[in-house]
C-alpha cells in the first residue's frame, strides 16, 4: 500500500471547518483513500472514503486533487467532539491485502472553545 | 445495535504470566481483525478471519501470540509468557465482508500493562 503524509497536529476553532490534508503522491489507480479517526480512549471510527471522485456524507467531505497525489477531510462546523486523532489511509480496492488498514501517525486535530 | 465489545478493558500482568483477551464482533460480521497500538502509534495489524478461518497471521510479532475465532464470531487473542514490549491496546475489529467497500468497525480496545 501507498504511504500517506499527515502533519502530526492542527488546531481549528469551534464553529469554523476542519481541513486536514493527506499527501499520497505514489497512489496506484486502484487504491482508495480512506479517513478514520480515533477519539482517546476509543477505538478508531470510519469517517468516509473515496477513490477519484469527492465525496460527502453526514460527517464529513473529501476532496481528492485530479492527479489522486493528496486529499482534504474537510468537518464543516468543527464540535469539541471533534477533538481526536484523524487517519488518511491508502488502501488497495481488490485482491492482495486489501482488508488491511495501515495506519500512519495521523494528524492530532484539537478543536477549541 | 451493540458494536463489537471487547473484555477485559484494562489488564495488568506479570512479566511471563499468560493472558486471553476477547472480543465480540458484531451480529452477523464475516470478517474479524485484531490490531495492536503502542502508545503514541497508530494501530498495526495482527491477524485476520474469515469466518472461523485465519487467512492472515502475518503481524503477529511473535509465536508468544495465537488468535483464534473456533465458531467464526467471537475470537481470543492469546499472549504466552507475556513481556513488557508486549504492553499496548489490543483493538478489535469486524466487517461485514472483505471488500474495500466495507468498512471495519472497531471495539474499544483492551489495556495491556505488563509488569
Known amino acids: 500500500d501507498a504511504k500517506t503524509t499527515q502533519p502530526p497536529s492542527m488546531d481549528c476553532a469551534e464553529g469554523r471547518a476542519a481541513n486536514l490534508p493527506c499527501n499520497h503522491s505514489t497512489i496506484s489507480g486502484n487504491e482508495y483513500v480512506y479517513w478514520y479517526r480515533q477519539i482517546h480512549s476509543q477505538g478508531p471510527q470510519y469517517i468516509i472514503h473515496?477513490?477519484?471522485n469527492n465525496e460527502t456524507n453526514e460527517m464529513a467531505s473529501l476532496i481528492i486533487t485530479e492527479d489522486r497525489k493528496s486529499s482534504t477531510l474537510i468537518l464543516p462546523h468543527a464540535t469539541l467532539r471533534d477533538t481526536a486523532v484523524y487517519y488518511c489511509i491508502v488502501r488497495v480496492g481488490y485482491g492482495g491485502s486489501n482488508y488491511k488498514l495501515t495506519f500512519g501517525k495521523g494528524t492530532l486535530l484539537t478543536v477549541n472553545p | 445495535g451493540a458494536g463489537v465489545s471487547q473484555s477485559p478493558r484494562y489488564k495488568v500482568a506479570k512479566r511471563g504470566q499468560d493472558v486471553a483477551l476477547r472480543c465480540d464482533p458484531i451480529?452477523?460480521?464475516?470478517?474479524l481483525f485484531w490490531y495492536q497500538q503502542a502508545l503514541g502509534q497508530g494501530p498495526e495489524f495482527l491477524t485476520y478471519f474469515q469466518n472461523e478461518a485465519q487467512l492472515d497471521k502475518s503481524g503477529l510479532p511473535s509465536d508468544r501470540f495465537f488468535a483464534e475465532r473456533p465458531e467464526g464470531s467471537v475470537s481470543t487473542l492469546k499472549i504466552q509468557r507475556t513481556q513488557q514490549e508486549d504492553s499496548a491496546v489490543y483493538l478489535c475489529a469486524s466487517s461485514i465482508q472483505r471488500s474495500e467497500t466495507y468498512e471495519q468497525y472497531f471495539g474499544p480496545g483492551t489495556r495491556l500493562t505488563v509488569t
Open positions: 451480529s452477523g460480521h464475516v470478517s
Open positions: 473515496g477513490l477519484k
